[in-house]
């Protein structure tokens, strides 16, 4: 603004047209007389013409509009890089809020309570059986946020995956985004997707494992760009007709260190799949990332469970069914990042 200022200052002055609300004071002539006593003269007060006044003042205004530039922004109060000052909007330029899920990986319900510790710490299941952690991974699908009155908001995007149909032919279907492989080695929170909503809200909840269609994606037709997708991970894929493991577990059994033996729980298929719904009292505003940080108390998986000689399958339902019952929430943020 200062470089247009100045520009249009010299063009003014071209004009002779004073841009300076005080221009120069004209000197009053001094005659001089041959005495030896000295003349004190009067001083002299000299007034700008209100007329020039207001001109100076007009032509500053004037040249302060001339160069103000509309700002392009986003102009779209849902976007979390909305621009109150925005002039006129700009395209494909808004960011749009998304829901994340953050989650503290505990084995207590205090809160202060440690983290679960892979392979080193030692915990016991129900019958007193102790056994080491090698690694425990599952998938939440399908977090959605509830309001009083029962109507639920989701996260808006959607993916076009390959889908294995049950005669063996595969077709593309759209699949929401709103999936996450939880696992205790992912320290940053799961992005579940677009998520512009405002108001106030009563309880959040998702699945534990997967929907039918997401189950029947053929992970073997997966771009390379979906590399990252929770879908994508081989550790979690069965094969076309199973589809995926929704809840693994690796065990070690032995207390010593250096025994790298481990046994593996894979739980999956639609007998698996278990709804969970916690209170979550929350006033939500448009414009803002949403962070909810759920805490897992995982000694809960273990509470009634008897890893030595629990059947597989009734070993499979005691910690799915104690799974759901382990989850609290512990904060709600509004995020502009």
């Known amino acids: 603004m200062a470089k247009c200022i100045n520009k249009r200052i010299a063009h003014s ?12 004071i004209p000197t009053s002539p001094i005659t001089h007389h041959p005495s030896p006593t000295t003349h004190h003269l009067p001083p002299t007060t000299h007034h700008l013409p ?4 207001h001109l100076s003042l007009f032509l500053l205004l004037l040249l302060l509009a001339g160069c103000y530039e509309p700002r392009e922004s986003c102009a779209d109060i849902n976007a979390v890089n909305f621009a109150v000052d925005a002039d006129r909007p700009c395209p494909n330029c808004c960011l749009y809020p998304v829901l994340r899920i953050a989650v503290e990986h505990k084995v207590s319900d205090a809160s202060n309570a440690p983290n679960l510790v892979y392979a080193d710490s030692v915990y016991r299941d129900g019958a007193g059986n102790a056994f080491r952690v090698r690694d425990i991974r599952f998938y939440v699908s399908n977090v959605r946020l509830v309001r009083a009155d029962g109507s639920e908001v989701h996260p808006q995007d959607s993916l076009e995956l390959p889908i294995r149909l049950p005669d063996g032919s595969r077709e593309r279907r759209n699949i929401s985004k709103n999936i996450a492989l939880v696992n205790r080695s992912t320290f940053t929170p799961y992005n579940m997707g677009t998520f ?13 494992g997967l929907s039918d269609i997401a189950n029947q994606t ?14 994508a991970s081989e550790a979690m894929y069965i094969n076309p007709n199973n ?6 577990l690796q065990i070690f059994e032995n207390l010593l260190l250096t025994d790298t033996t481990f046994s593996t729980i894979a739980i999956s298929g639609p007998a698996a799949r278990r709804e969970v719904e916690l209170p979550l009292p929350a006033s939500l505003i448009e414009g803002f990332n949403v962070r909810v ?5 995982y000694l809960r998986w ?10 597989p399958a009734t070993l499979a339902t005691k910690l799915i069914d104690n799974a759901t019952n382990s989850f609290a929430v512990t904060n709600v943020l509004l995020e502009i990042q």
């Open 50 to 53: 209100p007329i020039t006044h």
């Open 293 to 297: 940080t759920l805490r897992i108390n």
């Open 13 to 24: 002055n071209r004009y002779g047209i004073p841009l300076s609300p005080h221009p120069p």
């Open 302 to 311: 273990f509470a009634n469970v008897n890893l030595k000689n629990d059947p």
């Open 243 to 248: 589809g995926y493991i929704f809840n693994r």
């Open 196 to 208: 512009i909503t405002a108001g106030a809200f009563t309880h959040i909840r998702f699945t534990l």
């Open 218 to 231: 053929d992970r073997a037709a997966l771009p390379d760009s979906l590399n990252s997708h929770p879908l």
